[in-house]
Structures are given as C-alpha cells and as structure tokens.
C-alpha cells in the first residue's frame, strides 16, 4: 500500500468537529443535545437572499469570472464604502468561504517554512490551513485575565524572525469574541511598517459589536494599504454559513494579482452562492439591529450564568457570538466528550468545543471551552442549567477535589 | 512593500483565462467572439437539478457534513454502483468541484517535492494545483500521431524515481478527448502496483463517450483498491460548473481519513450546489442519451472542419468535448492572441485555447490548439468558417510561408 504524505499525517483534526461521533452517538440514545459548540448559528437568512436563490431564471449554472461576478463585487465594494474602507471592485476576489481566502493569502504572502504571528486562542482552523500551506504558526498569548486583548507590543517583537512575513488577527474574535480597539490597531499597524510584514484580518463578524462599541477594520488605518489583507464571508454576516461565499480584500495590486493566478486555477466561485450574497446586500438595516439585540441577550446570558456557576470564569466578549470560558476541571477535553458519552440531566447535554484546539501553545487553554451563543434564549438558559449539574457530578471537577479534601 | 511569496510568483497563469482580457476588448468592439476556448458547455442542466434549486424550503443556509450530505453521498454511491465501481458513501468526500478534490489528493499521498507523472497535453490547472501543493509534475509525452493514446510502459518507467508517489490521468482526457482502453488502464495498474503509487483518475467525462466505447474507471480494475483515487465533478456531467460540487472517491480507509482533515479545515462543501447535485441523480437516462448524440454530431463538424483545412491536423477524440489540433502557424499562442486583437471575419472571431499550457515540456504543443466544441452545431459551423479565413490571412501562417517561398 502507498504511503499518506508526512503533511497528511500532520494536519490537525479539527477541534471542533472531532465530537461529533460522540455527539451522534449520544443523539442516537435519545438525547437532547444543546450545540455550544459550532459557529453555525441559527439566526435566518434573509428573505432576499433566499428568494433570489428560488428565483433563478437561468437554464445552465455556468461558472463565473475567477474573481467572482462583477456586479457582485462592485455591490461589495459599495457594502465596503458605506463603512468607509475605500473598496474598489478590483480589489475584492470572491472566494469559496474565508477559507479559500486565508489559503490564498498564505499562498501569496508566505513560502513553505514562513512564519505568521497569531494572537491564541485562534480559530482552530487557522492550524489547518498553515499546514496545507506548510506555513509556521507563531503564536502570541493572550490571556483570559485580560479578556484576550491584544498581547504588548513586545511579546510580538520578540517572536519576529527574518522568517516572519505576516501577523494574523480575527477581529472581533473566534473563539474570544474580543473586539480590538482603534488604540491596539494602530498599535498592528506599527508593527507591520517597522518590519514590513503583512497584516491579514480575519473580518467576518464586523456586524457583531456590542455595547456601542465600533468596530475599525484594518482598511481604516493609514498607511498600510500595501500590507493589508480583509479576509471576509458572508457565512455569518447572514446566517449563509452553507453559501461558502467569502472574499480576498486587497488594495495591493500586486497581491490581488498573485491570489488571483489561485483563483483562476479552480476556475470560479461557487454561482449560487454569489447569487445569494449579492442579494443579501440589499438586507435591511433592521436585520441587523434585531439581530445584534438578540446576540446581546443571548451574550449576557451566558456570561452571566456561567459566571455564576462555582469556579467558572468567563469575560465579557465585546464581539462576534463566541465566548471562551475557565471551567473547574481537570481537562477540558476530557470533560467535553465525558458530557456526550455519559452525562445527561432529563435526558439533555450539552456540546462545547475544547479551547486547548485554539492555542498552538501546548498545554495552554487545558481548562478552557469556546462557547457560541448560537441558540435561542430559552435553549441557552437549559444549556447552562445542564452545565451546571454537570459539574457538580463530573469526577474531574477541581471543585469537588477541594471540598473531598476537605473532608 | 513586503514581498509576494515565491511559490506566488510560480504560480502559472491560466492559459485558458490568460486571454480573456483580449476576448472582452473585442467584444466591447461589438466583434461576436465563438468561445471555443473554455470547457463551458451551453448545454442546458437537467431541469430536476434546477427545480430543487428553486424549490428550497429553509430558512437557514447550514453548513452541510464536511464530507457533505450523508444522503448526496449515499445516493452518489448508487450512482457509481449502477456502473459496477462498488463504492459506498464512506468512500466519497464531497468536494467543491473536482479542483478541490484533486487538491486533496496531492496533500494526501505527496510531499513537497514529491513527483506526480501525467500524460502531457494535460488539463493546465493540474500545473496550478501542483504549485500550490508544492508537488513536481513530471510529464510524459502523449503524440498527436498516435492520436495522444497512454505513451509506452517503458516511458513511464524512465521517469520513476524514489520521489514518484503518484501517476495522474483524465479519462476520458481534457485537453484531448482520449478515451483510455481497458488494456491501457491494465498497463498503468502494473506499473502502480509495481512501485507503490497512487494512481489518480479524473473522470469528470465519464458520460461523454462516443463510438459505442464504453468507459473504464479505475475502480473497474481488480487489486489496486489501495492505490486507487477518482476525481469527480457535476460540472460537466449536468453542465454545472457553477455549482463547484466535486467528489474525491477512494477505498483506502487511511487515505479517506486524511483527506478529511483538509474538508473539516475548510468546514463543508457548498450547500446549494449539493441540493442541485443530489438533485441531479435523478436525470433520465434520455437527458445523456440526447447530450451524447449531439456532442458525437460536434465532434463531427469539428474534426472533420478542421481536417479539411490546409494544414490542420486533428485526431478524433473518443471522449469528452475537446479535440486538440495542430495549425499550420508559428506559434499557436501569438495565433489565438491575433485572433482577439486583429483579425474578424464578418464581424466575427473565434477564441481557442493555446495547447503549449497544457504542456509540461518546454517547446512542445507551440502549435497546437484546444477546441472545445461546447457550442451549437450551427455556431461551429460558423467558426470553423472564421477559422479557415483567419489561417489564409494570418502572416504567421506556415502554410502562407510556403506559398511565398515558392514565389
């Protein structure tokens, strides 16, 4: 039999999705399961998007233009100039999800053994993308004591190597829902100038700030148009996660013309999904309005309740529909699948994603979970009763160690 | 500025898309260009495909399993099974288009600097995919003598070294609508098993065959379940190209499994297009009955339009909608290019696929073409017309050198 390749070998598992036979298996004994622990919200889609997709008049689904539709992008560069970004269509490659757009940015940015800084916890996949592209993850640590801001400028600088090429931020955050502020952006911006990197930023949950807050894109500072990559999707956006319409942002032509030579070699983007994306330009405000108060109940909610459970630590994200939690147990990992297989309380559990998948640092985030505040208020407040008996029973709680010594 | 990437400076260019910016400038002249350059048919996607399309009934666009749908899979693997190729959904990763598949199959099985031989002309994006997977093509020569037929065992094995880890073939071909025999897919299953390869089959042509030839898969030949990969796609089949719904089919368990880490990377293949797929397996039999008969007509009108030019050889492809031709010009590149930017007949031209792009080896292919006959009987009529006055007046033309020499 031949051989895998080595980098086959090496490609991580996803974090997130390496539960789901435990989750299935759970499911298949009649249990409830509350899914913490997937970014695929349940939010609708907007109507217009939709019945754009049941409207198709065509009788062939042809490809599109490697870049995507023009009269796509050139809606998107409006979407773009309305929060004041400074877009032109010819700066946008529809992509097939963020996904195809990171790949294209590693591809374009850095060679086989380059290094990319990443504030961890990261979105666990970033992991794999590196390794398909062979590029070095270097991660700098945020800390749950800080709320997961942006690590001091020196814990970046003393990572940069003749090897570095490009710092990688998601903004607001996967899996931290940490929202940077202007003052931490300029501070990116500092870094890159000084030593001529890329700064590529994960942008897809823009829509999602909450408590007034704003959120600055990277396409807002001066000065870095050459250095500056907005990978984005409208997976979230509008609740179009299956669409896998994404796209590659950049006002450095020379870059835009690289990923294109990527583009062009799998031909084109997906054509109903561009159908829907363009449509879903035209979602109402409301939309929006209706949709962040929800995420804002839905925030709070969590935070508050897991806060209050013993020995959980949870800080307040300002952003996206994430937050990443301490819990009182020996191993995250362990607790989570312990959950799916054995746990259940009236024949409900919950699904949470291990936070160790989103740090490169070995034995960082041990006791940590992401939770995606993806399900309805109701579901949420069960979700949390169901954690909350969990820990009280599950034998690795650091809780029930104290009081057994106590005894 | 920081620097593009090496590996994005080596990334080739598409030389079927390289010329799309001249083929707009011609249009924007009010020319009528007859696009025989790209694998675009204009036939027209079954109306069951189109149907379910448009007959959507939720109200969230979820990400799909990353292997895609288990019922798409399972109904896929009935598919294969009425063609006797035994697989089952476990087998099958759906992909977003064949691009990703075959994406995944050189992560999978090669290593950066691995060696995967193809039979040249071939497909110009496997270059791409090659690239950007770090994976060396080694081309071994196909002739337009023998009407590009699988070149000798004893060709083969010159080429392979301790790198080679992979054979890769298209069956039937694009660029060349070769039709591999039973016999030759003995040869190429002797030499697999013999130094432990991978031998990857795209056979995104399969329903298009002509003459009464049947088509062999790979999976028809007995003992290389191990070794064996199919590279699928709906694309041509259903003439869905938008739907960037693809298919990496395989039987080895280790292989599946790794090939999976990269499809949970990028989450799930395209929701819409997998509704169209599914959708699709249940086209009548009459749908590929009618396609078949009218691409046998196509071919017809080209092959034998083309042979009837002064100069022009072409073989008759069994397969596919391609054909490749050798023109008596200088250099096919420049010709196409001319084609575009000068010359029109009537008003109107015809845009051609330069073949050196489907070359590995420098210097060969310079005069040849691809034609893909995805047009209208009528309108290949009319091309084959613009053609033959294109190559009277052409001064690159060898023909016309010939014709002055003797002056």
Chains 1, 2 share one sequence.
Request: charged content about 25%; glycine content about 6%; aromatic content about 10%.
């Amino acid at each position: 039999m031949p051989f895998i390749s080595n980098r086959g070998n090496k490609m991580p598992e996803s974090p997130i999705r390496k539960l789901v036979p435990y989750a299935e298996a759970a499911k298949k004994k009649g249990r409830k399961v509350f899914h913490l622990n997937i970014g695929q919200p349940d939010i609708e889609t907007p109507e217009v998007a939709l019945k754009a997709i049941k409207n198709i008049d065509f009788n062939v689904v042809e490809y599109s233009h490697s870049a995507g539709n023009e009269s796509y992008r050139k809606g998107l560069s409006e979407y773009y100039n309305k929060l004041d970004l400074n877009i032109t269509h010819n700066d946008i490659i529809i992509t097939t999800g963020g996904s195809e757009a990171l790949l294209f940015a590693f591809n374009t940015c850095l060679n086989e053994g380059d290094e990319v800084i990443i504030p961890e916890p990261f979105y666990a996949n970033y992991n794999g993308f590196a390794t398909t592209s062979g590029v070095n993850v270097i991660p700098v640590t945020s800390s749950i004591e800080t709320g997961f801001g942006l690590p001091e400028i020196s814990e970046f600088e003393k990572l940069i190597t003749p090897k570095t090429k490009a710092i990688l931020i998601c903004n607001p955050g996967n899996p931290t829902g940490y929202l940077y502020s202007k003052e931490e952006l300029e501070i990116l911006k500092n870094i890159v100038l000084k030593h001529n990197l890329f700064l590529i930023a994960d942008e897809v949950y823009r829509e999602f700030c909450y408590d007034g807050k704003k959120h600055y894109s990277i396409f807002n500072l001066e000065g870095i148009e050459e250095n500056a990559i907005v990978i984005d999707s409208i997976s979230k956006r509008y609740s179009m996660c299956g669409a896998r319409i994404g796209a590659f942002v950049c006002k450095n032509k020379q870059v835009v013309a690289t990923a294109m030579k990527y583009a062009q070699a799998r031909l084109s983007p997906p054509t109903f999904g561009q159908i829907a994306g363009e449509a879903a330009l035209k979602t109402p405000t409301s939309y929006f309005e209706n949709v962040v108060k929800e995420y804002i109940q839905r925030r709070n909610i969590i935070v508050e309740g897991l806060n209050a459970i013993e020995g959980v630590k949870c800080p307040t994200p300002g952003g996206a529909f994430y937050a990443v939690a301490e819990l009182p147990v020996d191993d995250a990992d362990k607790f989570c699948q312990w959950l799916l297989e054995e746990f259940e309380y009236n024949n409900q559990t919950v699904m949470l994603a291990p936070a160790a998948g989103f740090y490169a640092t070995k034995g960082l985030g041990t006791k940590e979970v992401r939770v995606a505040y993806v399900l309805n208020q109701e579901a949420l407040k069960e979700a949390l009763v169901c954690l909350k008996k969990a820990l009280e029973v599950y034998q690795g709680s650091t809780i029930q160690k104290k009081a057994e010594m106590k005894l």
